[in-house]
């Protein structure tokens, strides 16, 4: 990220009276970025370069002072284990910009950014540690059960007493988002950072259009040239009453418009889906669609809408009285497999009541589950996939198969557990065939360089897979 | 049962060339019986009184040796136990024809009557003793993985290699099929028979129109007096692919034509049901209709058709290779739950595979699982219902609720695990408060003449359940 500080005005209101851009060019493409008012009289515009070499800036304001700002600089090459931002690849997929493999395997913390330094330095612990590689966080404080603290820090000057001043920024609010923004970068980790949610007892919910508006803008403005950054418009978009269809095409248009560097973009439901047909929305962001499926619909959300799904919540494992939010660790992974061989993507959920109403969920703060290492063992199989990914492949009716055909394929049994299966190899080589429990996580090769039908025996326990690997042509 | 047992002509083709039946009366209402021909010129007419008193009757016939034979006889009190064949009762129910309340909780066997008397005599006992009182039992041997075995006896004269005179019956096979009927009659077990099945290697399962109208009019005459017996016009009548609904429709008013004492009758699918509002379906026998739900939709199918819900098939606990057989017993009853909380009634089954090939889903022989206890807890919970059966109730959309409005309501978490849950008691009286364990099959008092809104403690386990019961009002 390369970013320009200029020293501006102050005076009046300089989030709505000033306007500032800049336009950046290597020389080939121009690209226009916009700045903003970080308090102090500090200005600043934020570019993250997509090619190496020199490039040029030039700034156009409204105000004299940051007006025709010129310079140059060169981008050298990325740093170790710098992959650029993540994008959409082969249609169902996603890879970083330099082509890096990226297999989203992440979690939910909601509110952590929200909370003491304590929870905060334990989460971002947690998230460099745990196997994930991406979170997803509100922008915007959350009021729900389990959430009565107040932050401290709120976007607006002012308070819910005497009202917020919505035409203002509180910088620090938004240096400390970044910051965390930033360090999740640092361990290599995405940040799903979720504009928009219902989720609300200071009237954040309920701005109006022209508050979410300058919001939005002025949120896009300072975190877009963070390369782990992917804008997720609203969670539960359907339970903010008070916006239309129209509000939410019109806050992904500003997103789009002030996001020169195309960062993933998607909306996520409660209830009915959002129409992921949408030009804007790069990926299907799912939520559970009842008590008993939704992993299970994968393959035929990627036919629906021909875009990458990922299920961000599927469920959670943990033990509170909502529905969504007490599942067992094995059911949590079984959907996690369920979503994988069907060329989909589940993410991790936990939510165990304590005391302290510390739950990952939304504060982060500590995993108490048994999926998550679980999940990571998920990962370590789909990473051996010749391509990289799963996708769906033609199927027995009681247990999905995805991988590659003829390549890498993965048989996962589910709740089901046989205590044998005949399993007819794809033809034109010879296979090597693992029996995969994932849950104990074990891999026991039964069959080495095997053509034709075989009988694979199973030890009738739930969990299992088998994973068929070409050994010959 | 009364029967009436007369000599007449043996030569020719007797069950071709002689028609016979017989009227009987008891001065209010006639009855008419088709009567059959038992081989060695005996001919018999059974007939289902339906009151006590005094019956008279009347033979017809086209032979004159039993034509114009009369008789009464006194239709004495029911024996102790005996109720009555099974009818529907309150639209989603079933009640014996003296009233007591039926609950089928049964079970299936479906060639168990086709095995040697080893396992015949095991069966016989395992049923009497397991506590349940339903098995689908098919009327013709059947073929299939695992059932490679011939039977004792077959249906008609012939055999494969000469062909059957399907003109003619073979009265040995169909003794031995009454005897088990008779059996577990003693037993209080209803006998779901099922007429028609794909699961052949003798052609049986397709005689053409004709030869299938003998079989069934002959079957149906010689059982329909047996209380105890239903009538499954089919087994996934959809895999019988030379049979159309057009045949379907005959078969099945063959089976009214014959069965003067109504008994129920039903016809199960494998894949799409058969339109279940045919006026002479008395209740749905359904199939599992995917991996993950089926008992799930219990409540629906009782709103689509307007009759009782039987799901005769949602899976068997066991392990075998096929996905529909290798359910846990934590699974099987879990659906046994979900299937009686919306008001229907799931039905056992066990397929464990083993070195005899001798599962009980098909032989019977002996129980290996760890549902059927669990079933019979369920039955002693719907039992304690104020109107002996439960109906779906307003529920929470993860916890389905079932019973009694206001006076006795199940609320079933199934495989999610709160750890607590706020329940609002029903107004206009007061509640006492049970946490059931329907696993571990325990009950905990946990409030008495509780009112409001209270809250219910729950272990964090699965498969757990709250009941409310009135306590005042």
């Not at 970025?33 to 934020?46: A, H, L, M, P």
């Not at 919540?313 to 979503?339: K, M, S």
């Not at 995805?402 to 089901?416: K, R, S």
């Not at 199973?458 to 994973?467: F, H, K, N, S, T």
């Amino acid at each position: 990220m390369f970013e320009l500080e200029l020293s501006g005005p102050s005076e009046g209101n300089p989030f709505t009276d000033v306007e500032l851009h800049a336009e950046f060019s290597d020389g080939q493409r121009p690209v226009r970025v916009g700045g903003f008012y970080d308090g102090d009289g500090i200005w600043r515009v934020r570019f993250m370069p997509d090619a190496e070499g020199a490039w040029t800036f030039a700034t156009a304001s409204n105000s004299p002072d940051l007006h025709g700002r010129t310079g140059r600089f060169t981008c050298g090459p990325a740093a170790a284990g710098s992959h650029g931002p993540v994008r959409v690849a082969d249609r169902f997929h996603f890879a970083h910009a330099d082509g890096t493999r990226y297999l989203p395997f992440g979690t939910t913390a909601y509110a952590w950014t929200h909370q003491v330094e304590r929870l905060r330095e334990a989460t971002r612990r947690i998230l460099a540690e745990s196997g994930f590689n991406k979170v997803r966080m509100c922008l915007l404080p959350k009021s729900y059960q389990y959430n009565d603290n107040e932050p401290e820090l709120f976007p607006f000057p002012g308070s819910v007493e005497d009202g917020w001043d919505t035409t203002r920024f509180d910088p620090a609010f938004f240096r400390r988002f970044e910051e965390e923004v930033l360090a999740l970068r640092e361990s290599g980790i995405e940040a799903d950072v979720i504009l928009c949610h219902p989720y609300d007892r200071w009237g954040f919910a309920d701005l109006g259009a022209a508050a979410d508006d300058r919001l939005v803008r002025y949120t896009v403005r300072r975190l877009a040239a963070f390369a782990n950054v992917w804008w997720a418009t609203a969670n539960e978009y359907d339970l903010l009453g008070s916006k239309t269809e129209a509000d939410w095409e019109r806050l992904a248009a500003i997103v789009a418009e002030e996001d020169p560097f195309g960062h993933l973009r998607s909306i996520h439901n409660c209830g009915p889906f959002y129409d992921h047909s949408k030009p804007w929305i790069t990926h299907v962001s799912a939520q559970r669609q009842d008590v008993y499926r939704t992993a299970e619909y994968t393959d035929q959300w990627r036919e629906r809408w021909g875009k990458p799904v990922v299920v961000d919540e599927c469920g959670y494992e943990g033990d509170i009285d909502w529905g969504w939010g007490n599942l067992t660790g094995e059911e949590l992974l079984r959907r996690c497999w369920e979503g994988a061989v069907r060329g989909g993507y589940v993410q991790h959920g936990e939510t165990y009541v304590n005391d302290a109403e510390e739950l990952w969920w939304s504060k982060g703060g500590g995993l108490l589950g048994s999926s998550p290492e679980r999940i990571a063992f998920l990962r370590a199989v789909v990473e051996r996939s010749p391509t990289g990914v799963l996708d769906p492949l033609e199927s027995d009716w009681d247990a999905p198969r995805g991988g590659v055909a003829g390549e890498y394929e993965l048989i996962y049994f589910g709740f089901n557990r046989p205590r044998f299966r005949m399993i007819d190899l794809p033809e034109g080589g010879s296979f090597d065939v693992d029996v995969i429990d994932t849950w104990n996580m074990t891999v026991d090769r039964v069959a080495e360089d095997a053509t034709g039908e075989i009988r694979v025996d199973l030890p009738a326990r739930q969990y299992m897979a088998v994973r068929l690997t070409r050994a010959s042509r």
